[in-house]
Each structure stands twice: as C-alpha cells, then as structure tokens.
C-alpha cells in the first residue's frame, strides 16, 4: 500500500482551485499552508499501479503549477 507525501505549488492565485481539485480525489488528504502559497499533499494507494495512475491525475491538474515528493512509503505484502 504506497502512501506518498508532497508538496504542491499551485499556479499564482490558484492555491483555493488546487485545494478544491485535490480534495476531489479520494486517495488524497490536503492540508494547505496557512503562510505560503503551497499545500501538502498525503496519498493512499492500493496498489503501485494505482499510485501511478493517481500521480497521472494529480499531474494534470490545470491548477498545479509544480508537485514535489517529500517521502513515500510502501507496505510489503506479506
């Protein structure tokens, strides 16, 4: 199960927009800055392919401007 952090720029004056699109997915956790113009973004996968698709979609949210990987974790399946 990969569980990701990182942080998110949004476009100028689209940090509200990234929110909104962000917390539309339900794989991720949003936690914005209260100080800077970023947002920390957690998420859970199932799977590895899961994880890649949902980075996909993150990636081509017309509202990130750019996304860094802080950590990630995986649980190794027993």
């Known amino acids: 199960m990969p569980i990701k952090s990182y ?3 949004p476009f100028e004056g689209k940090k509200d927009v ?7 997915i339900k794989q991720c956790e949003v936690i914005p800055s209260k100080n800077k113009e970023i947002v920390v973004v957690v ?5 590895n392919e899961e994880d890649i698709k ?3 979609l ?3 949210l017309e509202s990130l401007k750019m996304i ?9 399946k027993k």
């Open 58 to 60: 993150i990636d081509n």
């Open 7 to 9: 942080i998110a720029y």
């Open 18 to 24: 990234l929110i909104d699109d962000l917390n539309e």
């Open 43 to 47: 998420t859970e996968t199932s799977s």
């Open 68 to 76: 860094s990987l802080v950590s990630g974790f995986n649980t190794p």
């Open 54 to 56: 949902l980075k996909e």
